[in-house]
């Protein structure tokens, strides 16, 4: 096992010391703290049709669910769905058939099976996860260039969730980039920000 190097020791510990912090405006949580989803194995993102809201398609044991990413509704829910294509694993792109207002099309999925979710969102803004106390996940956002991590934690970047109790599913944002979500094996918690911000 190669020891860390003094860098890499300093940034573990680092990382490991702050806190979780609110995300910064422009984003606002879009649930109280998440939503519920027993047996969550991926999410993915759509978009709704009349809207244009970002809408976020779960994937479970349970069925699928589908949420307005702008207001938390729930919106449809399948709680039996073809064997054949209940999970994204079945297609060669992991994607499931849509529902409820997307039922016409096939959402893309990340989680369990693989896949992810976008990385970076317009106006700089930046997602990434990392374990500095494996296997609890930290999720930050930053905001910028270069290495966030060296400025001061709430100025560029902030810690905005941590994974204690359940397994990291997906992280990152929405195609639009007004949607950030984090998913786990027991829920997802979401972020939005109004368009053009």
């Given at each position: 096992?190669?020891e ?10 680092r ?42 398609m ?18 449809a ?18 994607t499931?058939?849509?529902l409820?207002p ?45 290495m ?7 100025e ?42």
């Open positions: 096992m190669t860390l190097s003094p860098y890499e020791r300093d940034l573990r510990d990382l490991a010391s702050v806190p979780v912090l609110p995300a910064p405006v422009p984003w606002q949580p879009v649930f109280d703290s998440c939503a519920a989803v027993g047996g969550l194995l991926g999410i993915g993102f759509a978009t709704h049709p009349d809207t244009g809201n970002d809408l976020v779960v994937v479970s044991s349970d069925g699928h669910g589908l949420f307005d990413a702008v207001t938390g509704e729930k919106i829910r399948d709680r039996d769905p073809d064997p054949e294509s209940s999970t994204p694993d079945a297609a060669e792109d992991l499931c058939p849509g409820g997307v039922a016409d099309g096939r959402v893309h999925i990340a989680g369990l099976f693989g896949g992810g979710l976008h990385a970076t969102a317009e106006g700089g803004w930046h997602v990434e996860v990392v374990s500095p106390a494996w296997p609890r996940h930290r999720v930050l956002l930053s905001r910028g260039d270069g966030p991590h060296r400025g001061p934690h709430g560029r970047w902030w810690h905005v969730f941590r994974s204690d109790y359940s397994e990291l599913r997906a992280v990152g944002f929405s195609p639009s980039g007004r949607t950030l979500a984090v998913a786990t094996s027991s829920d997802v918690t979401l972020w939005t920000r109004p368009p053009g911000v």
